[in-house]
Protein backbone atom coordinates (compact mmCIF):
# COMPACT_ATOMS: atom_id res chain seq x y z
CA UNK A 1 0.00 0.00 0.00
CA UNK A 2 1.58 3.01 -0.85
CA UNK A 3 1.48 5.82 1.80
CA UNK A 4 2.67 9.50 1.88
CA UNK A 5 3.18 11.66 4.82
CA UNK A 6 3.73 15.28 4.86
CA UNK A 7 5.35 16.53 8.47
CA UNK A 8 7.45 19.45 9.46
CA UNK A 9 4.97 22.61 9.59
CA UNK A 10 4.34 24.62 12.08
CA UNK A 11 4.05 28.45 13.33
CA UNK A 12 6.80 30.91 11.90
CA UNK A 13 7.56 34.40 11.54
CA UNK A 14 7.26 36.29 8.42
CA UNK A 15 10.92 35.93 6.80
CA UNK A 16 11.60 32.75 8.63
CA UNK A 17 11.75 29.04 7.44
CA UNK A 18 11.08 25.92 7.68
CA UNK A 19 11.71 22.03 5.44
CA UNK A 20 8.96 20.24 5.08
CA UNK A 21 9.64 16.44 4.75
CA UNK A 22 7.28 13.58 2.28
CA UNK A 23 7.88 10.68 3.42
CA UNK A 24 6.69 7.51 1.11
CA UNK A 25 6.29 3.93 1.40
CA UNK A 26 4.58 1.45 -0.58
CA UNK A 27 6.54 1.64 -3.94
CA UNK A 28 10.10 1.63 -5.41
CA UNK A 29 11.45 4.84 -5.27
CA UNK A 30 13.05 5.19 -8.30
CA UNK A 31 10.93 6.23 -11.13
CA UNK A 32 7.98 8.75 -9.21
CA UNK A 33 6.59 12.10 -9.44
CA UNK A 34 6.29 13.94 -6.14
CA UNK A 35 4.48 17.60 -6.32
CA UNK A 36 4.05 19.63 -3.18
CA UNK A 37 0.58 21.82 -2.56
CA UNK A 38 -1.04 23.83 -1.10
CA UNK A 39 -4.65 25.06 0.36
CA UNK A 40 -5.20 28.35 2.06
CA UNK A 41 -8.23 28.87 4.17
CA UNK A 42 -10.95 29.68 1.81
CA UNK A 43 -8.74 29.43 -1.49
CA UNK A 44 -8.44 26.67 -3.87
CA UNK A 45 -5.48 24.08 -4.13
CA UNK A 46 -1.88 25.46 -5.93
CA UNK A 47 0.57 23.49 -7.15
CA UNK A 48 3.77 25.05 -5.70
CA UNK A 49 6.49 22.60 -6.69
CA UNK A 50 7.21 19.34 -7.93
CA UNK A 51 9.79 16.58 -8.97
CA UNK A 52 10.56 14.22 -11.62
CA UNK A 53 13.19 11.24 -10.28
CA UNK A 54 13.92 10.18 -14.20
CA UNK A 55 15.89 13.49 -14.61
CA UNK A 56 15.89 15.22 -11.39
CA UNK A 57 14.10 18.01 -12.96
CA UNK A 58 12.00 20.30 -10.95
CA UNK A 59 9.51 23.12 -11.03
CA UNK A 60 8.30 25.97 -9.17
CA UNK A 61 4.89 28.38 -9.05
CA UNK A 62 6.28 32.02 -9.91
CA UNK A 63 4.80 32.56 -6.04
CA UNK A 64 6.89 30.54 -4.03
CA UNK A 65 10.31 30.84 -7.06
CA UNK A 66 13.66 31.71 -5.25
CA UNK A 67 12.20 30.49 -2.04
CA UNK A 68 11.46 27.45 -1.96
CA UNK A 69 13.91 24.64 -2.98
CA UNK A 70 12.70 20.54 -3.18
CA UNK A 71 14.72 17.77 -3.08
CA UNK A 72 14.77 13.91 -2.61
CA UNK A 73 16.73 11.25 -0.25
CA UNK A 74 16.44 8.16 -2.26
CA UNK A 75 17.81 6.35 0.15
CA UNK A 76 15.02 8.10 3.19
CA UNK A 77 12.44 7.41 0.21
CA UNK A 78 11.39 11.41 1.46
CA UNK A 79 10.85 14.36 -0.92
CA UNK A 80 11.75 17.74 1.16
CA UNK A 81 10.33 20.95 0.67
CA UNK A 82 12.62 23.94 2.03
CA UNK A 83 10.85 27.15 2.01
CA UNK A 84 12.27 30.41 3.14
CA UNK A 85 11.72 33.94 3.23
CA UNK A 86 8.09 32.99 4.25
CA UNK A 87 5.08 35.53 4.04
CA UNK A 88 1.68 35.69 5.62
CA UNK A 89 0.04 34.72 2.47
CA UNK A 90 2.04 31.51 2.45
CA UNK A 91 -0.18 30.37 5.14
CA UNK A 92 -1.65 27.06 4.21
CA UNK A 93 -1.80 23.46 4.78
CA UNK A 94 0.91 21.83 2.63
CA UNK A 95 0.50 18.08 1.06
CA UNK A 96 2.05 15.87 -1.09
CA UNK A 97 1.13 13.36 -3.83
CA UNK A 98 2.94 11.01 -5.90
CA UNK A 99 2.64 9.62 -8.97
CA UNK A 100 4.75 6.26 -9.51
CA UNK A 101 6.27 5.61 -12.80
CA UNK A 102 7.62 7.36 -15.69
CA UNK A 103 6.33 10.61 -16.67
CA UNK A 104 6.98 11.82 -20.60
CA UNK A 105 6.74 15.63 -20.09
CA UNK A 106 7.91 17.73 -17.40
CA UNK A 107 5.75 17.55 -14.47
CA UNK A 108 4.55 20.68 -14.18
CA UNK A 109 2.66 20.13 -17.51
CA UNK A 110 0.59 17.74 -15.77
CA UNK A 111 -2.57 18.58 -14.13
CA UNK A 112 -2.86 17.36 -10.47
CA UNK A 113 -5.10 14.51 -11.91
CA UNK A 114 -1.16 13.07 -12.44
CA UNK A 115 -1.32 11.76 -8.96
CA UNK A 116 -2.11 8.87 -7.36
CA UNK A 117 -1.35 8.93 -4.04
CA UNK A 118 -2.22 12.14 -1.83
CA UNK A 119 -0.74 12.24 1.81
CA UNK A 120 -2.53 13.77 4.70
CA UNK A 121 -1.34 17.92 5.11
CA UNK A 122 0.81 20.04 7.28
CA UNK A 123 0.02 23.40 8.99
CA UNK A 124 2.36 26.09 8.16
CA UNK A 125 1.31 29.53 9.71
CA UNK A 126 3.15 32.24 9.03
CA UNK A 127 2.86 35.43 11.22
CA UNK A 128 3.48 38.91 10.75
Known amino acids: EVQLQASGGGLVQSGGSLRLSCTTS????????IGWFRQAPGKEREGVSC????????YYADTVKGRFAISSDNAKNTVYLQINSLKPEDTAVYSC?????????????????????WGQGTLVTVSS
Open 26 to 33: GFTFRDYT
Open 97 to 117: AAHVGRIRYQCNEYSDRLYDF
Open 51 to 58: IKSSDGST
